[in-house]
């Protein structure tokens, strides 16, 4: 998710899914999903083509710079109106929206776009299991459990702190879930996210600045990192808005289970990353483990 919006799985966007439409609305509502999962990894694979020049910190920049740019044009933030009890969560946000993604590109560089990102579905995973006593939520983390194990499994090639990055980056996604409920309840609209896509955007800037001084990027290199913010970030929010209001929100999240896999497959086509059978082995397993849990809660 590495969407910047305040997107994600079905735990964290049911309780803001109105009543969905049917039809050619419906049908509409689900080539978005597709185009929407799509935009948002081959946005990522594009960053990743920037990190020779700009480095993951510097494509991070500029994605939040984006993010900023759109969200606070679509949601409008009152700043002034914000009171003490408002602020905090947004000012949490902001730190664990910023901390997500880098944590996410500097694991992307390091162990590939598919583990990357499978690792950091887990976060979202942890929440939709969270507090369940059904035997099948057991079963599903257990099956997650298992490829995650043989995702982090030694090897003389393994990259440790990559996966820790990943694992970091999932962390701080399931913060993002929780307190994105937080800052809803209390801000109206997506006020409070953008306010924090606006913070986190100022608190990056050192950062751009310290990557022009230490090397001057080149026009590709930021093209690249700009078209990373606005499909991995823009078009995902504004698609999520769209999406919502058309499928069920259980439809939603299976369907973003399904993001591990289109990384996997956009890191092998754009940037030539190949995995192994036991790696989409592995990969498979989280994503029928969130599935799974989500099919059965429809029931």
């Not at 920049?61 to 602020?87: E, K």
């Not at 560089?109 to 059904?134: H, K, Q, W, Y």
């Not at 993001?259 to 592995?282: F, K, R, S, T």
Request: charged share 10%; hydrophobic share 55%; with cysteine.
């Amino acid at each position: 998710m590495d969407t910047a919006a305040a997107s994600a799985p079905a735990s964290g966007t049911a309780h803001a899914s109105p009543a969905p439409e049917s039809g050619g609305a419906r049908l509409a509502g689900v080539l978005t999903m597709v185009g929407c999962g799509v935009s948002n990894q081959v946005g990522a694979a594009l960053g990743s083509l920037a990190f020779p020049v700009l480095g993951p910190a510097g494509v991070v920049a500029i994605r939040q710079y984006v993010a900023a740019i759109v969200l606070v044009a679509v949601a409008r933030p009152r700043l002034r109106s914000f009171t003490a009890r408002q602020w905090w969560p947004v000012v949490l946000l902001a730190l664990v929206f910023g901390t997500m993604n880098l944590s996410l590109y500097t694991a992307i560089d390091r162990i590939g776009l598919g583990l990357a990102v499978t690792l950091e579905f887990l976060g979202p995973l942890a929440i939709a299991l969270a507090g369940s006593r059904r035997r099948v939520d057991a079963c599903c983390a257990l099956i997650a459990g298992l490829g995650v194990v043989t995702l982090m499994r030694p090897q003389p090639s393994a990259d440790y702190l990559g996966m820790g990055l990943g694992l970091l980056a999932a962390g701080c996604w399931a913060s993002y879930i929780l307190l994105n409920r937080t800052v809803g309840r209390r801000i109206p609209g997506a006020q409070g996210s953008a306010a924090a896509a606006g913070l986190s955007a100022l608190a990056f800037l050192p950062v751009g600045t310290a990557v022009v001084v230490r090397q001057p990027p080149t026009a590709g290199a930021v093209g690249y990192a700009i078209a990373a913010g606005i499909l991995a970030s823009a078009v995902p929010y504004l698609a999520d808005v769209f999406t919502l209001r058309r499928v069920p929100a259980q439809v939603f999240g299976l369907f973003m289970s399904v993001n591990p896999v289109l990384a996997a497959l956009a890191g092998w086509i754009m940037l030539g990353q190949d995995l192994g059978w036991i790696e989409w082995a592995a990969i498979g397993a989280v994503v029928a483990a969130n599935a799974l849990s989500i099919l059965v809660a429809r029931r």
